[in-house]
Nanobody, 126 residues
Framework: QLVESGGGSVQAGGSLRLSCAAS????????MGWFRQAPGKEREGVAA????????YNADSVKGRFTVSQDNAKNTLYLLMNSLNPEDSAMYYC??????????????????????WGQGTQVTVS
């Protein structure tokens, strides 16, 4: 089970930190990601991390602004979002798959590669 939290409304230039609490499985050696979807748009990969080694991946649109991290002791994934702009407004989803190969530069951003999804948390930037 994946449960996101931390979304909300923020002014442009502000920051938010999203959390994704994972339960029901061993947290290590999992490819976990953050995706977002705005109304009328396809689901977009934002960032991913391999919990077994810490390798991270980011979409070009968020590089230098968003940071994905993990706390293995708490089975929790984070997404720190700085310098937010209105184009970042979307529903943000946490996702996971028990296959380390997904966490690669060619695969991490494809939603179809992931199996488990959270319910999403809304981020609105004005």
């Amino acid at each position: 089970q994946l449960v996101e939290s931390g979304g909300g409304s923020v002014q442009a230039g502000g920051s938010l930190r999203l959390s994704c609490a994972a339960s029901g499985y061993t947290y290590s050696r999992v490819c976990m990601g953050w995706f977002r979807q705005a109304p009328g748009k396809e689901r977009e990969g934002v960032a991913a991390i391999y919990t077994g080694g810490g390798s991270t991946y980011n979409a070009d649109s968020v590089k230098g602004r968003f940071t994905v991290s993990q706390d293995n002791a708490k089975n929790t994934l984070y997404l720190l979002m700085n310098s937010l702009n209105p184009e970042d407004s979307a529903m943000y989803y946490c996702t996971a798959v028990f296959w380390s190969n997904v966490c690669s530069s060619d695969s991490w951003s494809r939603a179809r590669n992931y199996v488990y999804w959270g319910q999403g948390t809304q981020v609105t930037v004005s």
